[in-house]
């Protein structure tokens, strides 16, 4: 694959086309044969997270393709996070999810959502009363901890709205490298990257299509009738334009496709050559955000009442 990568704050490359391992039911086995056909078509930068259930399955595809000399540890990229139940101590989260993939470290560990949760709920959708205090800053603490170990070569956030950056900005000692967020011409983020570029923060795309396909997805963008024009006029599928666009933005975009067509398909974007009035058009297209994460919001025990609060607002 061409060599479209960015440096990053910490100094590291990021390639900018990440392939995403999320996916419901989650099949080890189909998994595993993902990641090599990903591997084998040229994909280097992974993303999982412990509660994809995916870290064995993508650790066991890379750990036998570097085995078998296909590829180097060091060209790959890989990405995982640390969910809310382990804001307690993300050094031992850490070691486990090092564990799970049988690797040695990670080259970004990200705090997958700023939610704090008891320690047992290793589950995505949280129960009303498994939330706890939120405290960000010991959170981060930890989390330069593991950089301090070499458990990770950068450490970043997920989920974060441009105020919670800001603050972390203030109690931190280390700028995140990443903010993973949804990103796609329906949810442009164009705030949240204004305020992420003004602190070399990179941000990266996820659901950069708008997840279709998934339970909480939608084909909103891929069948937005700008989309598709703008997919006719230069002989490109929709898929391609809503990913060149992200690339476009300066940004990353984690693209899941375990469909060998599809995945080829999406590298393909970096051919695609989107021109000032595709751009413009994008822009004027209206916002919907699609991943609301409404499961982190309830009037008890969670720090956030509302969708509002959550996103501060950015929503
Ligand atoms: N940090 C977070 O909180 C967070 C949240 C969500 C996602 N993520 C990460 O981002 C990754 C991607 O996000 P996502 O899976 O939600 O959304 P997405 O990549 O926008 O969409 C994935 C869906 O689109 C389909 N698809 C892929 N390429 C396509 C194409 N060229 N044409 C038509 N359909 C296509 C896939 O099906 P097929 O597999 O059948 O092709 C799948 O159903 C995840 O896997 C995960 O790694 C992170």
């Known amino acids: 694959m061409r060599s479209n990568h960015v440096r990053l704050n910490c100094g590291i490359t990021l390639p900018l086309l990440g392939f995403g391992t999320y996916s419901f039911p989650n099949d080890r086995n189909t998994t595993e044969v993902a990641v090599h056909n990903a591997l084998e078509m040229g994909y280097r930068h992974f993303d999982t997270a412990k509660i994809y259930g995916s870290e064995a399955a993508v650790g066991k595809a890379l750990n036998e393709a570097i085995c078998e000399g296909e590829v180097e540890r060091e060209d790959i990229f890989l990405t995982s996070k ?43 959708v949280p129960n009303e009363d498994d939330f706890e205090k939120l405290d960000l800053e010991s ?42 967020v949804e990103m796609h011409p329906m949810w442009r983020q164009g705030r949240l990257r204004k305020i992420c570029g003004d602190h070399k923060i990179h ?33 490109a599928t929709p898929a391609q ?53 409404e499961f982190h919001v309830n009037g008890t025990t969670s720090p956030y009442k509302t969708i509002e609060e959550l996103w501060d607002g950015e929503i």
């Open 82 to 124: 640390l969910w809310g139940s382990d804001h307690h101590d993300p050094v031992s989260a850490l070691k486990q999810t090092l564990k799970n993939l049988g690797m040695e470290y990670l080259d970004m560990y990200l705090v997958h959502w700023p939610v704090k949760l008891k320690p047992w709920v290793n589950y995505p």
């Open 139 to 180: 959170t981060w603490a930890g989390m330069e901890k593991c950089l301090e170990m070499g458990l990770c070569r950068c450490i970043g956030v997920s989920n974060f709205s441009s105020k919670k950056i800001e603050s972390l900005l203030d109690y931190g000692s280390t700028t995140p490298a990443v903010n993973q």
């Open 203 to 235: 941000v990266s795309a996820y659901s950069p299509l708008g997840g279709p396909g998934n339970a909480w997805g939608s084909t909103a963008v891929v069948d937005h009738p700008i989309i598709r024009s703008i997919a006719f006029k230069h002989r």
């Open 241 to 293: 334009v809503a990913l060149k666009w992200g690339l476009s933005k300066g940004s990353s975009v984690i693209v899941k496709s375990f469909n060998q067509e599809r995945m080829k398909e999406n590298i393909g974007s970096f051919d695609l050559r989107l021109d000032d009035e595709d751009m413009f058009e994008i822009e004027k297209l209206e916002e919907m955000k699609i991943m609301k994460g």
